[in-house]
């Protein structure tokens, strides 16, 4: 299927073939005629799928088709991250290029100027955070009144950032008569909820159930002592193929730690998370994404909607309580069909959160031994003992080397 298939304007089409987009995603494909059609949306998918495509180019076209000069705010969308945000304001300007709609982002933690001249200016699409929309709104500078368009983006995410009540607020301020877009990785109770309350016959598209992307991605597991987890990090990183590395941690402060040590040795690295202000943030995600820096830290809600092309590695420092952030961390890599590495340090207390990934997934993440800090306590894996595979050590970045595990049946679940 390509993208003339799906009656695209040609102003579009054209943006679209200097994106280099040629074949439209599985969730393209299904939202965007569905959307076009004038239908409410319920998806279930998350970043990496090209989700963020499959609502804003049905969007722009059907804006683009009122041919309207009326100003005034046409459609809303509501994301949990300011980088989430940056990130769809900027596809927005990528698909719409030659539509001439005007769009703008708003984010807290800068200072609102910017954002109020633009408002001020005239607006068609408005992207934004929940916080600092209402915020705005309440100075009056955001009127809702001629809205017709309304995408809800990562609830599931709102939800676990403490947003919902906020999200809440902001859809009662809207028109009851419009059309509206709802996305979610995953569906807790409180989201299908919401979702039923605010959406009128919708279509559902479900086009990666959470546990499903992670096919294309090569997991491997290391058990490490918490204590040798700094040195096992060393010991990966002087591997020079390893070109991009997106490292996370639990805390802010663990991010800290991570980074001020590899920075110490020489190693390029930046922190991104909640303490850090939004330009330390942007810089650092500049500096990530054009190759400059090679390791950046991450705490899960800063690294959210993080969309770099060419990701190679993700690691997991520490593994995540919620086994769902688990799958939304390693999608960082293997984006829009390309492969990645998904490496995760395990100690004993990361045990716990081990299990419930691998049944959240299906499958046993297949482990490594072979490497200068594996843990001598093996009575901590529940996995089945490795055999030393005698032979030259390989890289930790082929495939082969992942040893034990179940990795007959990864390999064919690839
Ligand atoms: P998203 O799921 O919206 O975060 O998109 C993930 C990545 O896929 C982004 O880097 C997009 O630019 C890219 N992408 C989205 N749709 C396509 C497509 N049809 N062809 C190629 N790349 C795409």
Same mark, same amino acid.
């Given at each position: 299927m390509t993208f003339d298939s799906l009656s695209l304007i040609e102003p579009i089409l054209r943006a679209l073939q200097t994106e280099g987009y040629t074949t439209p995603t599985p969730i393209q494909q299904q939202a965007i005629p569905i959307v076009l059609e004038g239908n409410d949306l319920l998806g279930c998918a998350?970043?990496?799928? &090209?989700? @963020?495509? +499959?609502?804003? $180019? /049905?969007?722009?076209?059907?804006?683009?088709?009122?041919?309207? @000069?009326?100003? &005034?705010i046409k459609a809303l969308i509501l994301t949990p991250t300011r980088e989430l945000a940056i990130q769809i304001d900027e596809s927005i300007a990528a698909y719409g290029r030659h539509t001439a709609l005007s769009h703008a982002v708003i984010f807290g933690g800068v200072s609102q100027l910017p954002q109020t001249q633009a408002l001020k200016r005239g607006v068609d699409i408005l992207i934004a955070t929940p916080g600092r929309l209402l915020d705005l709104m309440q100075?009056?500078? !955001?009127?809702?009144?001629q809205?017709?368009?309304?995408?809800?983006?990562?609830? %599931?995410?709102?939800?676990?950032?403490?947003?919902?009540?906020?999200?809440?607020?902001? *859809?009662?301020?809207? /028109? +009851?008569?419009?059309?509206?877009?709802?996305?979610? +990785?995953t569906m807790p109770p409180e $989201?299908?909820?919401?979702? #039923?309350?605010?959406?009128? #016959?919708?279509?559902?598209?479900? =086009? @990666? /159930?959470?546990?499903?992307? =992670?096919?294309?991605?090569?997991?491997?597991?290391?058990? !490490?002592?918490?204590?040798?987890?700094? +040195?096992?990090?060393?010991?990966?990183?002087?591997?020079? #193929? $390893?070109?991009? =590395?997106?490292?996370?941690?639990?805390?802010?402060? &663990?991010? %800290?730690?991570? !980074?001020?040590?590899l920075v110490k040795s020489g190693i390029g690295a930046a922190a991104i998370h909640g303490n850090k202000s939004q330009n330390a943030r942007q810089r650092a995600l500049n500096d990530f994404k054009n190759g400059t820096l090679r390791v950046l830290v991450a705490t899960d809600i800063a690294a959210r909607g993080i969309d770099v092309e060419q990701?190679?590695?993700?690691?997991?420092?520490?593994? /995540?309580?919620?086994?769902e952030t688990y799958v939304h961390r390693i999608g960082r890599t293997g984006r829009a069909g390309a492969s990645g590495i998904? $490496?995760?340090f395990c100690d004993a207390e990361d045990k716990v959160n081990?299990? %419930?990934?691998?049944?959240? *997934? &299906? *499958?046993?993440?297949?482990?490594?031994?072979?490497?200068?800090?594996a843990m001598h306590d093996i009575s901590l894996s529940t996995f089945r003992p490795v055999t030393k595979q005698p032979q030259q050590q390989r890289s930790h970045t082929q495939r082969r080397s992942f040893r034990g595990g179940d990795s007959r049946r990864y390999a064919s679940q690839r």
């Open positions: 998350q970043t990496g799928t &090209g989700k @963020t495509a +499959a609502f804003s $180019i /049905p969007l722009l076209q059907l804006l683009y088709q009122q041919k309207s @000069t009326h100003k &005034g100075q009056g500078y !955001v009127s809702l009144q809205l017709q368009f309304f995408v809800l983006d990562e609830a %599931d995410r709102m939800l676990d950032m403490g947003f919902i009540h906020d999200v809440k607020k902001v *859809i009662s301020k809207l /028109p +009851a008569k419009r059309q509206t877009l709802f996305f979610s +990785a $989201i299908a909820g919401l979702a #039923n309350s605010i959406l009128r #016959n919708p279509k559902k598209v479900e =086009v @990666t /159930p959470v546990s499903s992307t =992670v096919e294309k991605i090569e997991q491997s597991v290391y058990f !490490v002592e918490k204590q040798d987890k700094r +040195a096992l990090l060393h010991h990966l990183l002087a591997d020079q #193929n $390893i070109k991009t =590395v997106l490292v996370f941690t639990r805390t802010k402060h &663990g991010a %800290d730690k991570v !980074v001020k040590d990701l190679s590695h993700v690691i997991n420092y520490e593994l /995540p309580d919620v086994p998904a $490496i995760a081990l299990k %419930d990934i691998q049944k959240l *997934i &299906g *499958i046993q993440i297949p482990h490594v031994n072979d490497h200068p800090y």
